[in-house]
């Protein structure tokens, strides 16, 4: 309410949501309202305190270079938080929306749907939704029951609650904000777990494996079965073809799994990644919208006009993510979408159920035919002042100095994406950042950047097995995951020993 007063007293006309909405819907509504910019005020998963001002632009996407900087300019600019209103004529006018706006990006969502038939066919399919006390139930609660789904939600986390009383962190992508809806599924014999944190753009999901034993997913996992069941839908469908697939794109970040890659290869889609954070695929579906013919009125056309125009002039965007579990399956939202990605996700999960699988059986029979990919996560923590020397320092010696080969392995690459000149395959820049990147040729990766938000360095490694001819059976599939897994802990060993390494060294040379 402050924000929409001080906008409006200095001339600018403003909307508000009457009670709390999720960030994707603020982000369809400045596309739909035809607004010329939107704020977003949220700690997400954090307390109250952390609070964050979250800027968008016309097009409905996070602000990006030279907006950004831009903004922040005009901000140090001002002289002092007091001010004097415009006179009253001059003033912009407060308008309260809400339940208008719900139901237009409900007609959007439900348009995420690509084979209604699954989910008549699935109606045994039991699901478990938790909006960990935010906003997640306003849209994904009403979409459920209209999409037909057979749902319970956590009653305990379905209600606005900023401290969030019933979890340590209403974090999805730890196993321990899933705990109570894992509970509830275990008593209700439920398949699948679907949870948004507090804001909705993320989503984390457990499933009932074929042991009968709920299981996280990762985000990789996730993003990867709502790549290819996307994909291949749309194939069977007919709006994607082998004259038009040029046209499909798959949009990744750097660190996020090579499954979704080999998966847009094999379907000959184009697989376009983008630097960390979804504000560079809003930008990219930004950039395929502005390719079309007269595209001024292209937010009042439904999806199906929009989708042909993408196919006929422009680039058709298939999916988006991000191995943080952030999702996107349309360009009617510039951000990365938790009320979406229920929808996407629950439509998998009773398309495996029509097919009597679990949802870790049809992840295998994805693995057995593009290859097993697996990544891990690490991070070194250093905190304060010396900390932070030693993060930079770190960062300098991988520049410097790379590592040439790594458990027999030599490296045959490396991309600093801070100094290098580095083009997506769109021939599009992509912006500087602290990060690099080193791939082996055995075809393992290795990317490093420091924390953009907490006193850590962070490590992404990948590695895959690629089947040779055919198909991986399930004896090999259970092996080479063995073998995979092995691998990328014993490399997470190396690069904790190296990094202590280079720190003695840099310190023996200081002294």
């Known amino acids: 309410e402050l924000a929409a007063k001080v906008a409006s007293e200095n001339g600018c006309n403003a909307f508000i949501f009457g009670s709390p909405r999720s960030v994707p819907e603020l982000s369809f509504a400045v596309r739909y309202l035809r607004a010329s910019a939107g704020v977003m005020i949220t700690a997400s998963h954090n307390p109250p305190y952390d609070n964050g001002y979250k800027v968008y632009f016309c097009d409905g996407a996070q602000v990006i270079e030279p907006h950004a900087n831009g903004i922040i300019a005009k901000v140090n600019a001002i002289p002092s938080e007091s001010y004097t209103p415009l006179p009253k004529d001059r003033q912009g006018k407060v308008e309260m929306i809400g339940t208008d706006i719900d139901e237009a990006y409900m007609r959007r969502l439900g348009t995420l749907v690509l084979d209604s038939t699954v989910i008549r066919e699935a109606k045994s399919l039991k699901i478990v939704y938790t909006p960990l006390h935010g906003t997640g139930g306003v849209i994904i609660e009403p979409m459920l029951k209209r999409l037909g789904f057979n749902f319970e939600v956590v009653p305990e986390q379905d209600h606005f609650d900023g401290r969030f009383p019933t979890v340590k962190s209403p974090n999805p992508e730890n196993a321990e904000a899933l705990t109570m809806a894992i509970d509830l599924a275990e008593k209700e014999d439920a398949d699948v777990v679907v949870a948004t944190d507090p804001d909705c753009d993320r989503m984390g999901a457990a499933v009932r494996a074929r042991d009968g034993k709920m299981k996280l997913l990762t985000g990789n996992q996730i993003g990867s079965l709502l790549a290819w069941y996307r994909t291949r839908a749309l194939f069977e469908k007919g709006v994607l073809n082998k004259q038009n697939a040029s046209r499909g794109v798959i949009i990744k970040t750097f660190v996020t799994t090579d499954l979704q890659k080999a998966i847009a290869e094999h379907y000959g889609l184009r697989c376009v990644e983008t630097l960390t954070g979804f504000k560079y695929i809003g930008a990219k579906l930004g950039k395929y919208e502005r390719a079309i013919p007269d595209h001024q009125n292209y937010v009042d056309l439904s999806e199906e006009e929009t989708r042909k125009l993408r196919l006929e002039h422009s680039s058709f965007y298939v999916f988006g993510g991000e191995e943080s579990y952030g999702y996107s399956g349309a360009d009617f939202v510039r951000d990365k979408d938790g009320n979406g990605a229920v929808i996407m996700f629950c439509e998998v999960a009773a398309y495996a159920k029509a097919h009597g699988n679990t949802i870790d059986e049809l992840l295998d029979d994805i693995y057995s035919e593009f290859g097993y990919f697996a990544e891990k996560n690490g991070s070194l923590v250093f905190e304060g002042a010396e900390g932070a020397t030693k993060i930079a320092r770190l960062i300098k010696s991988y520049a410097t100095d790379p590592f040439p080969e790594v458990h027999g392995s030599k490296v045959t690459s490396v991309r600093n994406f801070e100094s290098d000149k580095i083009e997506d395959i769109e021939s599009d820049k992509i912006p500087k950042e602290k990060m ?54 014993r490399l997470w060993d190396w690069l904790q020993e190296d990094a202590e390494s280079r720190l003695r060294e840099d310190n023996q040379q200081r002294s």
């Open 436 to 489: 690099l990147m080193f791939e082996l040729e055995d075809g393992t990766r290795i990317a490093v950047r420091p924390s953009g938000t907490e006193p850590k360095i962070k490590y992404y490694l990948f590695a895959h097995r690629r089947p040779e001819k055919g198909k991986f059976d399930s004896v090999d599939l259970n092996q080479i995951k063995t073998e995979v897994k092995e691998k990328l802990d």
